[in-house]
């Protein structure tokens, strides 16, 4: 049987536009693009034509974009320089879904005897728009909260979230509003302009770009401490010699998943409603984690009474099936979900939810199959 690949939220493939794009600078052209000479000279401008197509993607300036190695450097990046940037402790609020890149380096600050506040969610996942703005009447340095949530699929009100913010904005520019959108790019608006936030993160390996490469965009009037220090790419911002390659690769992903992104958007929705209509055949009291309205249409996260979700993709990934019991960054830690732990999951619930992240090019075949082998699971035939 064809292995059927359910787990697009922690890993998408390679597009194979983006491939060819790459293929020239894993082989041929070689050059470091710090070298003066024409070698360097032709990488260097290849890393500069892809800056250009991921600012014209985020509606930002050149200089507003630092390529990263992944979407944890960017997020770490984004508080660490952000926090250490100041003479004395700041404040730092979060909500309590956000990536475990996030939450880790927020737990660090603290150590650091910086404040960290962490906002509620409600049952679907939403951010408690007054516990905010209270963190925010307390004083603020930088608020982080992510755009479309990689377990859930809940997708925040970037834009009301970025008025409250503005309306403590003070004469040195604080409070900052960086937002995790690994998730966003092809399926929700991610022009920082329309947005209107200060940071955001973005992830090659979440958009049919390579593995090793993220973003961070950071509005021209925002100052970063960096973390890397050394030879000062990117801006003096992240030093180390660029991987071209991943970083064209990752300016031809982007572009060719916004350049498609109603179609796509349109596919998918098809197919996640077809998935849930299918689900509830199987189990008709089958509860939905997250939001029904303001969700990504790729991640359905579904809790199924008295079953191991463990247990469950262990056995589906042993048939071809490949799903996942909740987010790949969090799978070392035996805790269990706290994302869905923080929207009103009881222990049962959080070890019997399964997440179920398509794409573009899931089939209904596909699901089918899915339902078939979760039916024998459940139910027993």
């Known amino acids: ?23 020239p600078y894993l082989r041929g052209n070689f050059g470091n693009p710090s070298s003066i000479h024409k070698f360097g000279a032709e990488n260097r401008k290849a890393i500069e034509d892809a800056r250009k197509i991921v600012a014209s993607q985020l509606g930002c300036r050149l200089s507003e974009i630092i390529f990263t190695s992944s979407g944890t450097e960017a997020n770490n990046l984004a508080l660490s320089g952000i926090m ?45 728009l007054k516990e905010l703005d209270n963190a925010l009447g307390k004083g ?3 608020v982080s909260i992510i755009y479309a949530n990689n377990e859930i699929g809940t997708i925040q009100n970037i834009k009301v979230i970025a008025s409250l913010v503005k309306r403590y904005k003070k004469y040195n520019n604080y409070p900052l509003l960086h937002i995790d959108a690994c998730q966003a790019p092809g ?16 992830n090659g390996a979440k958009i049919y770009g390579p593995k090793g490469v993220g973003v961070l965009y950071r509005d021209i009037n925002v100052n970063l401490s960096p973390m890397i220090l050394g030879g000062g790419q990117e801006m003096g911002m992240r030093s180390g010699t660029e991987n071209v390659a991943t970083v064209v690769g990752f300016a031809e992903a982007l572009k060719i998943v916004e350049n498609s992104r109603e179609n796509s958007v349109k596919l998918v929705e098809m197919i996640r409603d077809y998935a ?41 990934s042993k048939k071809g099936i490949y799903i996942s019991s909740g987010s790949a960054c969090a799978t070392n830690d035996n805790t ?20 179920i992240s398509i794409s573009k090019h899931t089939t ?18």
């Open 336 to 355: 269990g979900s706290y994302v869905l732990k923080a929207i009103g999951l009881k222990e049962k619930g959080i070890q019997s939810s399964i997440r």
């Open 276 to 316: 849930i209509k299918k689900l509830r055949e199987i189990i008709p009291n089958i509860m939905i984690n997250g939001h029904s309205t303001y969700t990504l249409p790729t991640i359905i996260n579904v809790c199924m009474d008295n079953i191991s979700s463990e247990r469950l993709v262990l056995s589906l």
């Open 84 to 128: 250490n940037n100041h003479s004395k402790r700041g404040h730092l609020v979060i909500s309590s879904i956000e990536h475990k890149s996030i939450m880790a380096v927020a737990k660090r600050l603290e150590q650091e005897r910086h404040k960290v506040t962490r906002l509620k969610v409600d049952r679907f996942g939403l951010v408690n």
């Open 187 to 202: 399926l929700i608006e991610i022009n920082v302009n329309k947005l209107g936030i200060d940071l955001m993160t973005l």
């Open 364 to 381: 209904r075949h596909e699901i089918d199959a899915l339902a078939s082998a979760l039916r024998v699971e459940y139910l027993g035939k």
């Open 1 to 23: 049987m064809k292995n059927i690949y359910l787990d697009y939220a922690a890993a998408t493939p390679v597009d194979a536009r983006v491939l060819r794009k790459m293929m």
């Open 140 to 142: 603020a340095t930088l």
